[in-house]
C-alpha cells in the first residue's frame, strides 16, 4: 500500500523491487535461450536487450498505474520475448488491484499480442501453436492468483469494517446505557434532594418568623438545618456531571437503602432463592449515598442469580474493609443444567457499574473458582465509607 503522497511502504518497497528483479532474471533467461536457438543474434538481440530493460523498469509503477503499464507492454511483447517476465508480472497487478473484467481484457490482448512474434520468430523445440497455448495458460495462471489474491484482500478489509462497524455500535450502546442509568439516577435524587432543601427552607422560615424561640429550640433548629443541608449536598455531590433529560420523571419514589435489606432478602427467598447473609455492618454505619448504592448492588446480585442460576445458592457478606471501604460481596453457583430463565437485556452491570462509579466506588464481577474448587459467579463492591 502507499500514503497520500505516493510513497511506499518498506513491504511493499520490497516486493516492487523483487518483482522488478524477478521480470528482470525471466528476461535473461530468455534472451540467452533465443540466442542459443539462433532465433536473435546480433544487433536484435541488443534491441531486445533494450526492450525488455524498458519493461522491467515499467514494472516499478505497476501499483499506481497496474492497466496503463500492461497496456504499455503490449508493442513491446509483439516485438521481443524478452518482456515476458515483465508482462506477467504486469498482468498479475491488474488482477490483483482491478475487476477481473478488466484483468480478463488485459490478459486476451497480451495473447493476441504474443502470436505475430511466434510466427516471425519460431521456438524450434514448440509448434506455433504450442508456444501461444503455454503464454495462455502462463497467463491464465497470473490472472487467476491475482484475483484470489484480490478477493482475500476484500474479504480482509470487509471483516475489518464489520468488527470496526460492531465495536463502534457497542461503544454507543454502552455509552447510552450509562447515559440511561445517568438519567435514572438523577431522577431518583430529585426527590430525595428537594425534600433535604425543602426541610432547610422550613426549619430556617421558623427561625425567622419565631423570634420567642428558646436558646434550646434555636440550638436544636440550627443542627436539624445543618444536618439537612449537609445530606443535601452529599446528595448533590452525587449527582453532579450527570445528564438528566427534560422529559417527566413520573411519580418517582424515594431509593431504598441498606435498611430495606431485610426486606429484599426475605422477598427473595419467598421467591425460591436461598440467600446466606454474613451482615458485619452496625446499623446506620454508612452514608444514605453509599447505603442506597449499596442496597442497589445487593439487588443486582439478587436479581442476576434468580435469572440465570435458579435455586441456587446466594452467599452476601457486608463489611469494612482495612482501607475504610465498604466491601459487598455476592457469590452464587451456576446453573447445573439448562433452564429456560428469566430473559434479560444483558445490560444491568453496565449500570451498575456506573453507578458505582459515581458514587466513588468500583465494581468487580465475572466467574471464579472458590477456595473450594467450584466456579461460581462472584459479585464484589467497595463503596466509600467516609467516617
Given amino acids: 500500500m502507499t500514503d497520500l503522497a505516493g510513497r511506499r511502504s518498506t513491504r511493499d518497497l520490497t516486493v516492487d ?10 528476461g535473461l533467461v ?36 497496474p492497466v496503463v503499464v500492461a497496456l504499455a507492454l503490449l508493442p513491446l511483447a509483439a516485438l521481443t520475448e524478452v518482456v515476458g517476465g515483465a508482462v506477467l508480472v504486469a498482468v498479475y497487478t491488474v488482477a490483483a488491484y482491478r475487476r477481473w ?44 492468483i491475482g484475483t484470489a489474491v484480490r478477493s482475500r484482500r476484500e474479504a480482509v478489509a470487509s471483516m475489518r469494517e464489520r468488527a470496526s462497524h460492531a ?7 454502552a455509552e447510552r446505557l450509562r447515559a440511561l442509568e445517568r438519567e435514572r439516577i438523577a431522577r431518583e435524587m430529585h426527590d430525595i434532594l428537594a425534600h433535604r432543601i425543602s426541610l432547610v427552607s422550613l426549619h430556617a422560615g421558623a427561625l425567622e418568623v419565631r423570634p420567642d424561640l428558646s436558646a434550646e429550640e434555636v440550638a436544636r433548629t440550627a443542627g436539624t438545618i445543618r444536618a439537612s443541608a449537609h445530606q443535601a449536598l452529599e446528595d448533590l ?21 441498606l435498611a430495606d435489606l431485610d426486606a429484599l432478602i426475605a422477598e427473595c427467598r419467598g421467591a425460591g432463592t436461598p440467600v446466606a447473609v454474613d451482615n458485619r455492618m452496625p446499623d446506620g454505619a ?7 448504592t449499596a442496597y442497589r448492588v445487593v439487588q443486582e446480585g439478587l436479581t ?84
Fill in 101 to 144: 473484467s478488466v484483468a480478463a481484457a488485459v490478459a486476451v490482448l497480451h495473447m493476441l499480442a504474443a502470436v505475430p512474434y511466434s510466427i516471425t520468430r519460431p521456438d524450434p523445440d514448440l509448434t506455433v501453436p504450442g508456444a501461444n497455448a503455454l503464454n495462455i495458460a502462463l497467463l491464465s495462471i497470473v490472472v487467476a
Fill in 17 to 26: 523491487i523483487a518483482a522488478v528483479a524477478v521480470a528482470a532474471l525471466m
Fill in 167 to 173: 465495536e463502534a455500535e457497542a461503544g454507543l450502546n
Fill in 304 to 387: 442476576n442469580a434468580r435469572k440465570h442460576a435458579p435455586g441456587a445458592e446466594v452467599r452476601l457478606c457486608l463489611d469494612r474493609t482495612p482501607a475504610g471501604e465498604l466491601h459487598l460481596w455476592l457469590r452464587n453457583g451456576l446453573a447445573r443444567a439448562a433452564t429456560p430463565g428469566i430473559p434479560g437485556a444483558r445490560s444491568g452491570l453496565v449500570g451498575l457499574t456506573e453507578r458505582v462509579s459515581l458514587a466513588g466506588g468500583r465494581l468487580d464481577h465475572g466467574a471464579r473458582r472458590g477456595p473450594d474448587g467450584e466456579v461460581a459467579f462472584h459479585l464484589e463492591a467497595w463503596l466509600p465509607w467516609p467516617t
Fill in 237 to 257: 455531590r452525587e449527582i453532579i456531571g450527570v445528564l438528566r433529560a427534560g422529559a417527566d420523571g413520573g411519580d418517582l419514589r424515594p431509593q431504598p437503602d
Fill in 30 to 65: 530468455a534472451a540467452v535461450d533465443a540466442e542459443a536457438s539462433g532465433r536473435v543474434t546480433g544487433d536484435a538481440l541488443f534491441w531486445a536487450l533494450v526492450m525488455g530493460g524498458a519493461g522491467c523498469a515499467a514494472v516499478w509503477w505497476r501499483r499506481r498505474l
Fill in 286 to 292: 454508612v452514608s444514605r449515598s453509599t447505603s442506597r
